[in-house]
């Protein structure tokens, strides 16, 4: 069983930044996961995979309308993930979702533990 709270999301002009964190519950996140990815959701418009970390090694992805600006990170530790999402754009606003999967990293269906999501709105 996985538990997984996001916080950190906001109001925040363009331009601006904002630091994601998903928090999982249990002993650690390696034990029911092989990778955490973010996913966010526009109103009217369908749930979009952005970006994965595995939680061994250094793999990442990223898709592209968030590449070069946004950052996965992780901290083991804590099991805790973050996504630092900067230049922030308009097109950026959206409910924000965090995700486990102990399956392949980059199917994005196969993502079986959610968050509630986190709220990201994006002033011009």
């Known amino acids: 069983q996985v538990h997984l709270v996001e916080s950190g999301g906001g109001l925040v002009q363009a331009g601006g930044s904002l630091r994601l964190s998903c928090a999982a519950s249990?002993?650690?996140?390696?034990?029911?996961?092989?990778?955490m990815g973010w996913f966010r959701q526009a109103p009217g418009k369908e749930r979009d995979f952005l970006a994965a970390?595995?939680?061994?090694?250094?793999?990442?992805y990223y898709t592209d309308s968030v590449k070069g600006r946004f950052i996965i990170s992780r901290d083991n530790a804590k099991n805790t993930g973050y996504l630092e999402m900067n230049s922030l754009k308009p097109e950026d606003t959206a409910v924000y979702y965090c995700?486990?999967?102990?399956?392949?990293?980059?199917?994005?269906?196969?993502?079986?533990?959610w968050g509630q999501g986190t709220q990201v709105i994006v002033s011009s």
């Open positions: 995700a486990a999967t102990n399956g392949p990293p980059l199917s994005q269906y196969e993502y079986g533990y």
């Open positions: 970390i595995w939680w061994s090694g250094s793999r990442t």
């Open positions: 249990g002993r650690t996140f390696s034990t029911y996961a092989i990778a």
